[in-house]
């Protein structure tokens, strides 16, 4: 008649799985938790790397509503004024 199909098994634990498929349904679960884990964390470094790149390092609240006073602005106008600043030092204008 025909040619019987040919027998895979799961490439982590070696378990008889259907034809088209790489894992057993209990390793693909694993397969998928750690996926999953590991894209988790490319996202977490790449929001912490974003969220230092908001304001220069070393700078707090604390220190930047000191500056403010010192120049008599408001916070608002005092964060609004070193981007601006960091803005023009990047592309050399200053």
Do not use: W
């Not at 799985?17 to 996202?43: D, F, I, S, W």
Request: glycine share 8%; charged share 35%; hydrophobic share 25%.
């Amino acid at each position: 008649m025909g040619i019987p199909a040919k027998e895979r098994s799961c490439n982590l634990c070696g378990v008889a799985v259907p034809k088209g498929r790489k894992y057993c349904p209990e390793c693909l679960k694993q397969v998928r938790k750690m996926n999953a884990e590991e894209h988790n964390k490319k996202l977490k470094a790449q929001y912490e790397e974003k969220k230092k790149q908001a304001l220069p390092q070393g700078s707090s609240i604390h220190d930047v509503c000191a500056r403010a006073q010192a120049y008599g602005r408001t916070y608002g106008q005092q964060v609004a004024f070193e981007r601006r600043q960091k803005e023009l030092r990047e592309r050399g204008e200053t």
